[in-house]
């Protein structure tokens, strides 16, 4: 059973516009949460992470936020950039330090 | 360069013939783990291991061991491979293995065909 999910595989955006790339977790006890960026014939760069006490992380361009009632979890873009093109896995860990990965999110962003 | 290396990039075997993949990372990291990629199913772990001597099973470690004799290597042994096993697999380090702010760095991949 999938713990993470991310229901869309696929998301098409004009450059300069907000990504917005979605992730829903069913473990309530998940307390470390992550997004790895991965280009083809590559393997997963790590992008940004967020703790389950905070809601909100920053880092440039790249927002994540946790909604911890909803047990969702989103990355934003802003502005989205041609070469933020790639494939967006988002992940967390359970208490026990296994780490559940979700199916991946393909991002195509659109000059 | 850090960076975490995997080889073979890839490999095509037979049913049942033992095999190795090796992971060496060279950034003094304590945490590496081991994941395989397949369609649908993303990324699952299949062995981590906090430190030297410490090994533990992932979400699929059936069909696989690991050893952890030094801090810098953690290889992938395949005893006897069987074609279910055919996948793209990652080995990956962190610094740690608690605490926010350490993500993984990932190898490059390991594409394995088991016939």
């Known amino acids: 059973d999938q713990q993470v999910k991310q229901n869309s595989p696929s998301l098409s955006v004009q450059e300069g516009r907000i990504s917005i790339l979605n992730c829903d977790y069913t473990n309530s006890m998940f307390d470390y949460f992550l997004w790895y960026k991965k280009y083809p014939a590559e393997g997963p760069t790590f992008l940004i992470s967020?703790?389950?006490?905070?809601d909100k992380n920053e880092d440039g361009r790249f927002t994540v936020f946790l909604n911890k009632s909803a047990k969702h979890l989103s990355l934003h873009i802003v502005p989205s950039q041609p070469g933020d093109s790639a494939v967006y896995f988002c992940a967390a860990r359970n208490t026990g330090n296994q780490f559940y990965f979700g199916t991946g999110t393909s991002l195509t962003v659109i000059p | 360069e850090a960076q975490v290396t995997q080889n073979p990039r890839y490999l095509i075997t037979v049913t049942g013939k033992k095999l190795t993949v090796t992971c060496s990372q060279n950034m003094n990291h304590e945490y590496m783990s081991w994941y395989r990629q397949d369609p649908g199913l993303g990324l699952r772990q299949i062995y981590y291991s906090m430190n030297v001597e410490v090994t533990d099973k992932g979400d699929v470690p059936e069909g696989y061991k690991v050893s952890r004799k030094e801090k810098r290597n953690f290889p992938l042994i395949l005893e006897s491979p069987s074609p279910n096993q055919t996948s793209l697999y990652f080995c990956a380090s962190s610094l740690s293995w608690t605490g926010a702010g350490y993500g993984y760095t990932f190898g490059s991949g390991t594409r394995l065909t088991v016939v």
């Open positions: 967020i703790s389950s006490i905070k």
